[in-house]
């Protein structure tokens, strides 16, 4: 998924791109993009301090180029950014404040930059199926079975997950542009989306300014 992440973001941001990596607890997608990208920079956003510490431990010497941000993307540094990721973070958040949270990162884009966004999102009405499929999965991949039944638990009883449908809706209603599936992988779903590439409506509908202002 780092690497799908890092191509897409590649095909259109600069040799000297700024990135935001939201929810960057952990360092996964950091470590990679700053090995594999030697001009970019980075902040990442993530509210826990613990996966912060866990991120500059995974970034080690890279630490150099990476600005670790403590909280939400609200008191994050306003940009302007040429590329923005949020890997494995959305379907923590529920709808309204996902949607927020998606207008905080549009904001902070470059007219075109491409956002790379991936989390669990489910069909309508077919939730337990993926995500009994999602618990079989881990535990063919060496999970042990009863870890991988209280995850699956976890998730079913936690998380607002979202379908397609209205993940990509949501895309939209953020204001981004050109919103395209580049992963679908059992429960979990990715797409690439852009900044808007034209000024918002609401920019291009605001009166012109008069001439001159009357001076009282
Ligand atoms: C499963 S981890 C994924 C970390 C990393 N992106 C990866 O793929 O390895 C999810 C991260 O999202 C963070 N998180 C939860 N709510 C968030 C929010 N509202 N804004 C940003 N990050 C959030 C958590 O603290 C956690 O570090």
């Known amino acids: 998924m780092q690497t799908m992440a890092r191509l897409l ?25 700053a090995e594999r990208q030697p001009g970019w920079s980075f902040v990442g956003v993530d509210p826990s301090a ?11 010497d890279l630490s ?10 609200d ?5 302007p950014f040429d590329a923005a990721t949020c890997i494995l ?3 923590f958040i529920e709808r309204a404040e996902r949607l927020r949270t998606l207008e905080q990162v549009r904001r902070r884009l470059r007219p075109g930059a491409p956002f790379v966004v991936a989390h669990f999102s489910i069909p309508q009405g077919e939730r337990d199926l993926w995500l009994s499929r ?3 999965f881990a535990t063919a991949s060496g999970i042990a079975g009863a870890q ?3 995850a699956r638990a976890g998730i079913a009883e936690r998380l607002p997950i979202l379908t397609p449908e209205e993940d990509e809706n949501l895309l939209r209603e953020a204001g981004f542009d050109g919103v395209g599936l580049f992963y679908a992988g059992f429960a979990f779903r990715g797409w690439v989306a852009l900044g808007l590439t034209s000024p918002a409506p609401y920019c291009a509908a605001r009166p012109a300014l008069p001439a001159r202002v009357p001076v009282a």
């Open 9 to 33: 973001l590649a095909e259109r941001a600069p040799h000297d791109a700024r990135v935001l990596v939201l929810g960057a607890g952990g360092g996964l997608e950091l470590r990679m993009f």
């Open 50 to 60: 613990a996966m912060l510490d866990l991120a500059r431990a995974t970034l080690g």
């Open 64 to 73: 150099a180029r990476v600005h670790l941000h403590h909280g939400l993307i």
């Open 75 to 79: 008191g994050a540094p306003q940009g």
């Open 89 to 91: 973070t959305l379907h």
């Open 134 to 136: 999602y618990a079989a």
């Open 148 to 150: 991988a039944e209280t």
